[in-house]
């Protein structure tokens, strides 16, 4: 299989989120418009339509050159996050502590590019430094290089993955119904019995 060497500046359009003005009460007021921290991104693949956090329309329009659209892959790059990696699929927005990729280039699989990053956690905790708070800044971020297949490999690793992390999420939730279902299944009993 033959590889090529990428930097991720070369893949995609990379942009660093940002907060709308908190002091703006319209910039999240009636928010419909996901925006995501690095709280979200630590849930990768399962964090789409998991956040908690929406801002406005007038607040997207605020930071509009911060705001992603169409497939992206996100990447915690400060603090105990780093590293941490997610996909999103849909317009939102991201605070300043995620660098996202957006905008792929022909011949780049998002969803590929997401499971590399996605086991490339230490790496990025090493190269940004040893500093109280690691930073990895958008410059060294965009250099980073990564080595990727043809389409057609990229495409069928992700078939294959993909599957499985729908199976896992599938089973995750047939979990947290396990104790209503057993909540339920002991009150029927107790009913019969009566």
Known sequence: MELRKYKLADIGKVITGKTPSTSIVENYAWGTIPFYTPEDV??????MG?????????????????TISG??????????DMGNVA?????????????????????????YVYYLLSTMKSYFQKIAGSTTTPILPKS?????????P???KQK?????LYALDRKIELNKQINDNLPWLDHSLRGARVRRVA
């Not at 630590?42 to 964090?47: C, E, H, I, S």
């Not at 998991?50 to 930071?63: A, D, L, P, Q, V």
């Not at 497939?71 to 105990?80: K, P």
């Not at 060294?140 to 990727?148: D, P, R, S």
């Open 156 to 160: 069928d690793v992700v078939s294959i």
């Open 71 to 80: 497939e992206s892959v996100l990447v915690g790059c400060i603090g105990s």
């Open 87 to 111: 996909y999103s699929n849909i317009t939102c927005a991201t605070n300043q502590q995620i660098n996202a990729i957006t905008q792929f280039k022909n011949g780049i699989e998002p969803l």
């Open 140 to 148: 060294v971020f965009e250099e980073i290089e990564i080595h990727l």
């Open 50 to 66: 998991r956040n908690s956090r929406f801002i406005s329309k007038t607040g997207f329009e605020e930071i509009a050159s911060n």
């Open 150 to 152: 043809g389409m057609k």
């Open 42 to 47: 630590a849930k990768g693949l399962g964090m």
